[in-house]
């Protein structure tokens, strides 16, 4: 059993008591099953802040397995982008430590991360607006030097909209297909784990809906993904794992289902 899906942060509440879990949990978007070495990606106990900062997050445990969507939700400023910050190396992790695929990354840059298998898609800022749709994709792929043709056929598969509209300037567009954009643009590495910050942030709730349906093929194709919502009791209806962090540390862990479920959850987050 492992700790960080039971979320080890001393303050967690978890809905998955210690030991009794399953690791078959909610949806199973996947074929793969957790490795017997711990999850794909994690976060493990993380403390830390920006620069010489105070301390936003408090041994907070953050984790993704293979074929899985994991869901951090929570109340406004409670350090969720904070927590993908510290995972994708953006942040001064001062104790406890990151590790993907096994391996130490705590102390890697953002770049090298990416170079490891890191797909991360901030909340803002995440595509070139004057450049087209196609370029976007293309400077996604910077760090490749094989033929990428074949991902961007995966890719224009995926979000078919933005094969119609390659040609056009990605700021011209919807603010779903510019989402779609930046998802398009972090899979164009090929990554092992995709991470998104908010990746629904200011759409409607049908293109919310869209939205995570191509996300659910995503970790159907047996990616990791690992998201930030707002809208947490629609992310955690497609959640194979949720954290609900509040003021930095772990509050809540479970499955998406176990945390809908749960009448504390509802209460306080979920409006009741
Ligand atoms: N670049 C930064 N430098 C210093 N403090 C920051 C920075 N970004 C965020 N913070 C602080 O960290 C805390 C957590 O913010 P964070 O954005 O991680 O929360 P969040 O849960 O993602 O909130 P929201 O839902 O509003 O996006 C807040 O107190 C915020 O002021």
Do not use: W
């Not at 900062?53 to 904070?82: F, Q, R, W, Y």
């Not at 695929?101 to 995440?126: W, Y």
Request: proline residues 6%.
């Amino acid at each position: 059993m492992s700790d960080a899906y039971s979320g080890r942060g001393n303050k967690d509440r978890s809905v998955t008591k210690e030991g009794g879990a399953t690791m078959t949990p909610g949806p199973q978007h996947g074929k793969a099953r957790p490795a017997p070495g711990g999850p794909f990606l994690i976060g493990e106990s993380m403390t830390g802040g920006y620069g010489n900062g105070p301390d936003i997050l408090h041994e907070c445990t953050i984790a993704v397995d293979k074929g899985e969507i994991a869901v951090i939700v929570g109340p406004n400023g409670a350090g969720k982008s904070t927590g993908m910050k510290a995972l994708f190396g953006m942040l001064n992790v001062r104790s406890g430590s990151v590790r993907l695929d096994g391996e130490d990354i705590t102390d890697l840059s953002p770049q090298d991360r990416v170079k490891k298998g890191m797909g991360f898609v901030p909340q803002t800022h995440n595509i070139f607006t004057s450049m087209s749709v196609e370029e976007n994709l293309e400077m996604g792929a910077f760090i490749r030097t094989d033929d990428i043709r074949p991902t961007m056929e995966q890719v224009y598969e995926l979000f078919p909209i933005l094969k119609e509209k390659r040609y056009q300037a990605a700021g011209e567009l919807s603010g779903g297909q510019r989402q779609q954009v930046a998802v398009g643009r972090a899979l164009m590495t090929q990554p092992k784990v995709l991470m998104l910050d908010e990746p629904t942030a200011g759409v409607s709730p049908i293109v919310m809906d869209e939205l995570f349906d191509r996300i659910i093929e995503v970790a159907r194709t047996g990616l990791p993904v690992l998201m930030v919502e707002q809208n947490a009791r629609q992310a955690l209806e497609i959640a194979d794992k949720g954290y609900v962090l509040v003021q930095g540390a772990n509050a809540h862990t479970g499955t998406g289902k176990e945390l809908l479920a749960d009448p504390e959850v509802r209460q306080s987050f979920l409006g009741g």
